[in-house]
């Protein structure tokens, strides 16, 4: 199914030449023998076994490793007579391969050692340090800055079927649950099996729960795979729903969840599959949990996965985020608010309230502009607070996580004071009033501690200490005042070497193995390895070009700061865990201030981008109604800019029953009038502009519901319950489906479940078959959609014959894309305006494709003679074409007569001498040479 359990399964071969196997593990050595009773506890992940500075795999992990990146596999030892492969990744690059790995489907279990080499020692020299694994890194479960991207949500979602004796009266017989560990944020709902793929494209998912009672239903399979998710099969017995709800309330601290909504049993058995696996990967670990948000059909618009990709709305068709709708209007300045905007577009709303609420809060920015840059200067020093809790809680945070509450706390305290002087005055609307209460209640006691404590400056990790502020804790700054004068008498040891044994090059230095010691270059060593410098210098070892030694007095001083060191870094990890502590507590508060700061990214950067690209408040209201006026397609209209090919010709769309009453003038050329209608049948050449028009509307309708300004001159839409879109065929053969299964697959979805509230757009529906089934299957397809679904409608076709419809549906009208002709050539004017196309133009498009000119050419006859036989009303095409001379024949002639008329007139030509000719006797050669012409063409 995935690329995990592909590879997942290439390790799970079992016992082989290279893999450890059971039952030998008695037989190996001790240090052999743990780590093979780890492994063998691991088995579907990689084993990385810490080994001092390293991160090592053995075995066929070992082998699978190197191939996946690419480093050099070598053997350490033997095992049962044969080499063990073997290959190390260095700690300090962990997360760089991590995040490799993870990348190409794999698990991996991290093996940490749990004591001090030096205390394993004491048990006896050949016992082995204790190791365990400490976490299981999977791609739904991480945390760390480096593994996870800042402007995507990072879910793991548990699914599982509801029996159907557990359905309710929605008939949902899917339940989902899905937690982003890294920072809390909790989804749970049902849907129905028909919008499973839909809904996990909207989730997006990084790794899915299938239970093993599940994994063969092929609704559920197809779905898994359509959201390109790593999946995880699960025992049936994770779904457990007592434990869910025992879990759920532990983790939310709670003894009733009647305050969160009602759960079903199937939700709470996904719960309780979810938490889990969660407890299982972080081995004990708690992660954040924020109280479940639940996710609704009935709250937002839905939107199947043909849908959505057809739309392009978060991937352009090529896999791109660039020329995606999501990339066209993403102006925010943070990860989180990122986050936020693609949560919103993902899952527009249904609540006109809530909607107009949104919009009231982009309105009001647009017009404060000098508010909205101040508010975006200060968001842009603000870091993902919510990740940076995440890792504190986890016990993964370093100083900087400590920075990023401490940074994110001050920047909410700079935008709350933006938004509350605003509030004084004039007063906010209620969703800015909202995030300016959740900024001032902000936990102003612990940013004060953090601006106390921590520098400014941070590192990465906690052990290279050095983060704690000067001044912040008196105890810290004396272990650090000696530490120093160490370093000082180090620097006085040196020089007095230096002088006592005459080498001016004597250096004392320090690494990690050896602690202190003094380096000599091999040149100059010998003095101190003879009498008397060598009853002070003791060697201590040899290197290519220098000789390293110690004294007395330098293992005496290292001591001493040794233990001023130790000191400063063990108050200052005290001092951290006591930070850490304290933001954790304050996690309720960080998570609103959290939440606010990136809502209020999100407001920002839609009236930012509204102003700068000029798109208009949408009026949105209850009924049917459609009318869009002056209509721009968001993506389009900037490639065009940034492209300099000149400006977006905006169009309008009058559909739903609304619109009919205030039909009005279009701007279009010939003063013609866009009638309004339920269906519009929209015909025009190949280029004209159709896909683009007919995406436009879907995506004002979708912007409008996320509460964004949309990009056109006046839009009043009636809430849309679904939003369909079926553009361009495309063949899933991966699937084993042909283009024209896909088609109508997804065609009977739409006239399945479209509504007389739903959008729907159908773009050449019909065409992966023969002329009449396509024009037959459309035909009775806008047939069903004016009769049954009774939805807003725009269907474009290349079949004219369709254009005949609207003398027997009421609520159709023809309407088409203009172009002129001209000198044979087409010119696209991109208008839309009523009535039907006059032509398809077909060959005058291949002709700018570059198609060879005998190729035109020759369709141009063939076409000239269908059209002629139609006329006349005889013959069927294909007696037409058995008529036609053959392709060769017809060239030869055309060749024939073109090559006498060039040499006819070419020779005219060459007579003649421009510098010998009056003006009267050029003239009459003008008329020679055309009469020559005429003589030819008969
Ligand atoms: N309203 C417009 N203003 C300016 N340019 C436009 C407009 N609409 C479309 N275009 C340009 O025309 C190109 C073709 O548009 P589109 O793909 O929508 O045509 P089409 O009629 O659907 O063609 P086909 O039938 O071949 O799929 C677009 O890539 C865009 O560059």
Redesign the pocket.
Same mark, same amino acid.
């Given at each position: 199914m995935s690329a995990r359990n592909d590879k997942t399964s290439k390790q799970d071969r079992g016992p082989s030449a290279s893999g450890p196997g059971k039952a030998v593990v008695t037989e190996a050595t001790p240090s052999m023998a743990q780590y093979l009773e780890i492994k063998t506890a691991n088995p579907d992940s990689l084993l990385w076994y810490r080994m001092g500075d390293f991160y090592e795999l053995f075995f066929e992990d070992a082998v699978v490793a190197s191939e996946a990146l690419g480093i050099v596999l070598t053997k350490r030892g033997k095992h049962l007579g044969e080499d063990i492969p073997m290959c190390g990744v260095p700690v300090h690059k962990a997360d760089d391969y991590l995040q490799r790995l993870i990348k190409f489907g794999y698990r991996v279990a991290v093996c940490e050692q749990l004591e001090d080499p030096a205390e394993a020692r004491k048990r006896g020299a050949k016992a082995v340090v204790r190791r365990d694994v400490v976490r299981l890194v999977t791609p739904g479960t991480l945390t760390e800055e480096t593994l996870l991207d800042a402007r995507a949500r990072n879910f793991l979602t548990a699914l599982a079927l509801i029996p159907l004796a557990q359905r309710g009266a929605d008939g949902a017989s899917v339940a989902l649950a899905s937690l982003d560990i890294s920072t809390g944020e909790f989804e749970v709902g049902s849907t129905l099996s028909g919008d499973l793929a839909g809904e996990l494209v909207r989730l997006s998912p990084r790794e899915i729960l299938v239970s093993d009672r599940d994994d063969a239903d092929e609704t559920c399979k197809q779905a898994v795979a359509i959201s390109g998710a790593a999946v995880t099969p699960v025992a049936g017995a994770f779904y457990d729903h007592r434990a869910g709800e025992r879990e759920l309330k532990a983790k939310l601290g709670v003894a009733e969840l009647g305050g969160f909504g009602t759960f079903s049993r199937a939700e709470l058995a996904t719960i309780g599959a979810l938490l889990k696996y969660v407890d299982l990967t972080q081995i004990g670990k708690k992660p954040l949990i924020r109280p479940p948000k639940r996710a609704s059909a009935q709250d937002i618009l839905l939107i199947d996965a043909a849908s959505r990709a057809s739309l392009e709305l978060t991937k352009a068709t090529n896999g791109d985020k660039r020329g995606s709708l999501l990339h066209a209007i993403d102006r925010t300045v943070t990860g989180p608010g990122a986050r936020e905007l693609a949560a919103r577009l993902a899952a527009p709303l249904r609540d006109v309230g809530i909607i107009n609420a949104r919009l009231d809060a982009v309105g009001y920015l647009v017009e404060a502009s000098a508010l909205r840059t101040d508010l975006r200067n200060s968001l842009r020093s603000a870091p993902d607070i919510a990740r940076a809790l995440s890792r504190l809680s986890f016990g993964r945070g370093g100083p900087r996580d400590l920075g990023a509450v401490r940074d994110g706390l001050s920047a909410a305290q700079a935008c709350g004071r933006l938004l509350e002087a605003k509030s004084g005055t004039i007063g906010l609307p209620n969703e800015l009033q909202a995030i300016a209460e959740r900024l001032a209640a902000a936990p102003a006691a612990l940013r004060e501690e953090l601006e106390n404590a921590l520098n400014e400056e941070l590192p990465l990790l906690k052990r290279d200490g050095g983060f704690i502020r000067e001044g912040y804790s008196t105890d810290l700054d004396e272990a650090r005042r000696l530490k120093e004068t160490g370093r000082q008498v180090m620097l006085e040891l040196e020089a007095r070497y230096q002088q006592q044994s005459g080498v001016k090059t004597l250096k004392v230095r320090h690494n990690n193995i050896l602690g202190y010691f003094i380096e000599v270059g091999q040149a100059s060593a010998q003095p101190l390895m003879q009498p008397p410098h060598s009853d002070v210098f003791r060697h201590r070892q040899t290197m290519a070009n220098a000789i390293r030694f110690t004294t007395e007095e330098l293992i005496a001083t290292e001591g001493k700061i040794a233990t001023a060191g130790e000191r400063a870094t063990s108050l200052e990890q005290a001092i951290f865990t006591d930070l850490a502590r304290r933001a954790d507590e304050a996690e309720v508060p960080l998570a609103a201030v959290a939440a606010a700061l990136a809502e209020l990214d999100v407001a920002t950067a839609l009236s930012d981008i509204a102003e700068d690209e000029g798109y208009t408040r949408p009026l949105i209201e209850e009924g049917t109604a459609l009318e869009i006026r002056g209509g721009r397609h968001p993506v389009?209209e900037q490639a065009?800019k940034s492209e300099r090919q000149g400006p977006?010709?905006e169009?309008d769309c009058l559909l739903g029953d609304g619109a009919a009453g205030e039909q009005q003038q279009s701007d279009g050329e010939g003063g013609s009038e866009l009638r309004a209608a339920r269906i519009w049948l929209l015909t +025009?050449p190949?280029?004209? +502009?159709?896909?683009?028009?007919l995406r436009q509307n879907a995506l004002i309708c979708l912007m409008a519901q996320m509460g964004a300004f949309v990009p056109a001159r006046y839009a009043r839409i009636g809430v849309l319950d679904r939003l369909f879109s079926r553009v361009g065929a495309a063949d899933d053969l991966a699937r084993g489906r042909s283009t024209f299964m896909v088609e109508m697959v997804e065609t009977a979805a739409i006239l399945n479940c479209a509504t007389p509230s739903s959008l729907v757009i159908l773009d050449e529906i019909g065409r992966g078959t023969a002329t009449f089934d396509g024009l037959s299957i459309a035909w009775a397809a806008i047939e069903y959609l004016h009769e049954v679904c009774r939805s807003r409608t725009l269907f474009a076709t290349h079949y004219h014959e369709l254009t005949v419809l609207p003398e027997r549906l009421q609520e159709v009208a023809n309407v088409t894309i203009e172009v002129k002709e001209w000198r044979d050539e087409i010119v696209?004017l991109?208008k839309v305006r009523p009535g039907a196309a006059d032509g398809s133009y077909g060959i005058q498009v291949a002709k700018l494709a570059g198609l060879p000119p005998q190729v035109t050419e020759r369709a141009a006859e063939v076409l000239a003679m269908l059209e002629d036989a139609e006329r006349r009303g005889s013959n069927s095409p294909e007696a037409i074409l058995d008529e036609l001379p053959l392709f060769a024949a017809s060239r030869a002639v055309a060749d024939k007569g073109e090559g006498a008329r060039r040499s006819a007139v070419e020779e005219a030509l060459d007579r003649i001498d421009p510098d010998e000719l009056s003006p009267r006797a050029a003239l009459e050669k003008i008329y020679q040479l055309k009469s020559l012409c005429r003589d030819d063409d008969a």
């Open positions: 389009v065009l977006f010709i169009n +025009g190949n280029m004209a +502009g159709k896909s683009t028009f696209f991109h």
